[in-house]
């Protein structure tokens, strides 16, 4: 538990610091999705009921797996906005929807996996080959 | 679960008409002091543990092998070529004077559960000199179909999730899956309180399954239990043991004799608890540090030039006739 929370800790400086690129770097948004095998299966699935989606195209923010820790752990994002998971550790893992809303399958040192979260809600998640890593995004 | 490490009084493989022996501590610890070695005998003589090197003359004969923690498709430090410190320990095995007459594979078979890793695996493996392969699947290996590909593969003649019991030579061999109910992660609407602290788990339908398999089986029968994650606390912070293992050995408490063999965590330890003896196995591949030693679990990466040898191997179960006992013999590559 402790080293969970030392990962929010860092979260919170990880959120913004990720915020700020952000909003700078927000109109490349290259589908880095399509670098991580796997990903067809589960692609983006939700459909936005507002269209916001098409308005905030370009909102990315990454999530950096290390020392066995989803960081940041807990994040607020915006409807739309494309969460990218890196993989710094040795060991694979990977980022799992308890809800089965999305799964990036398993991640080797420095694969990378997106989706793009278009639906409001809360989306807790874990790491299926290391169950106690675990992390929730909020969408508002 | 009680540590019982100051009063270690466990009983493996012993029949109960056999008076146990006393060994001092003293005899005890200067054996422990010897586990650098290339080898190390485990043997529960006169419900003292021992541990003692070998050099090439290995006490017994051999009842089984145990392999771990194979990671086909891992390939990076400490050892880029798994494949081939496989092939080299399965050439020790075929090397025994005696031939097992079955292996164990406590899983992690695989490192991301690829077609093309399982399927290295096997052809590895179809060079062991063995008559038949138990398998129990490790988290590596389910965690991406919830074990869909490996059952397809290894699911032959098991129950469930790919749990299955057998006898030989008249004792009761038991394999366990606890990794499967584990990787569907928590359980919903426990995830803000932590409600799954992330152990493996065997599930209700396994444990239904285990009350009955043994309910019929006499007191004395011996029995061993395999299977991937520890079915003790090893380190509960990293995930290092199983969340309802209790109600599981709870099932096992009337037999004079349990040996828990699992893999894991890539390194040897062993725990005494009444009649029941834990041993963790060597992964073939690489190490993972000792608990609370390093930030993670990871592999260890840099391991001094030399060293990957000493820190990978396999496990004999041998039978000890002189004390009729069974000796758990971890040896390394090198």
């Given at each position: 538990m402790r080293l969970i929370n030392k990962s929010k800790a860092a979260g919170m400086v990880a959120i913004f610091s990720v915020m700020a690129i952000v909003f700078t770097a927000c109109t490349s948004s290259a589908d880095r999705s399509a670098e991580t095998p796997g990903n067809g299966k589960d692609g983006p699935t939700f459909k936005s009921s507002t269209g916001?989606?098409?308005?905030?195209?370009?909102n990315e923010v990454q999530i950096v797996i290390e020392n066995f820790a989803f960081v940041p752990s807990e994040i607020t994002i915006a409807v739309g906005t494309k969460i990218t998971w890196i993989n710094k550790d040795e060991a694979p893992h990977t980022a799992t929807s308890t809800d089965k809303k999305f799964n990036t399958g398993g991640l080797d040192t420095d694969d990378k996996y997106s989706f793009v979260f278009n639906e409001k809600g809360e989306f807790p998640y874990f790491c299926a080959l290391h169950p106690h890593m675990t992390a929730n995004i909020t969408v508002k | 679960m009680k540590d019982q490490n100051k009063n270690i009084s466990g009983n493996l493989m012993r029949p109960p008409?056999?008076?146990p022996k006393v060994h001092d501590r003293r005899e005890f610890l200067k054996c422990m002091g010897a586990w650098a070695g290339t080898g190390l005998v485990l043997t529960m003589a006169g419900g003292i543990l021992s541990s003692c090197t070998i050099g090439d003359a290995v006490p017994g004969i051999l009842s089984f092998v145990q392999i771990s923690d194979t990671h086909i498709g891992f390939g990076k430090d400490p050892n880029p070529k798994v494949t081939e410190t496989l092939q080299s320990l399965v050439d020790k095995i075929n090397a025994m004077p005696t031939r097992p007459p079955f292996v164990l594979h406590t899983g992690d078979l695989t490192h991301l559960s690829k077609p093309e890793e399982f399927d290295t695996l096997q052809e590895i493996l179809k060079g062991l000199k063995t008559d038949q392969i138990f398998y129990v699947p490790g988290e590596h290996d389910v965690f991406s179909d919830q074990g869909e590909e490996y059952l397809k593969r290894f699911g032959k003649g098991t129950l469930g999730k790919g749990w299955q019991s057998f006898d030989h030579n008249g004792t009761h061999y038991i394999g366990l899956n606890n990794v499967v109910a584990a990787s569907s992660g928590p359980t919903p609407g426990s995830f803000k309180n932590g409600g799954n602290e992330g152990l493996g788990a065997l599930g209700a339908e396994q444990l239904g399954w285990l009350?009955?398999?043994?309910?019929?089986?006499?007191?004395?029968?011996?029995?061993?239990?395999?299977?991937?994650?520890p079915l003790w606390a090893v380190y509960p912070q990293?995930?290092?043991?199983?969340?309802?293992?209790?109600?599981?050995?709870?099932?096992?408490?009337?037999?004079?004799?349990?040996?828990?063999?699992?893999?894991?965590?890539?390194?040897?330890?062993?725990?005494v608890e009444g009649n029941i003896t834990f041993h963790t196995a060597r992964s073939t591949a690489y190490p993972q540090p000792a608990p609370g030693a390093a930030p993670s679990p990871g592999p260890m990466k840099d391991l001094p030039a030399g060293q990957l040898g000493k820190t990978i191997g396999i496990t004999q179960v041998r039978y000890l006739e002189r004390d009729?006992?069974?000796?758990?013999?971890?040896?390394?590559l090198g």
């Open positions: 916001g989606a098409e308005q905030r195209e370009g | 008409d056999v008076e009350a009955k398999d043994v309910a019929g089986l006499s007191a004395s029968t011996p029995i061993v239990v395999f299977t991937h994650v990293w995930g290092w043991g199983t969340e309802d293992s209790e109600q599981a050995l709870s099932y096992l408490k009337k037999f004079g004799s349990v040996t828990v063999l699992n893999g894991h965590i890539h390194q040897v330890m062993q725990k009729r006992s069974l000796a758990v013999v971890d040896t390394s």
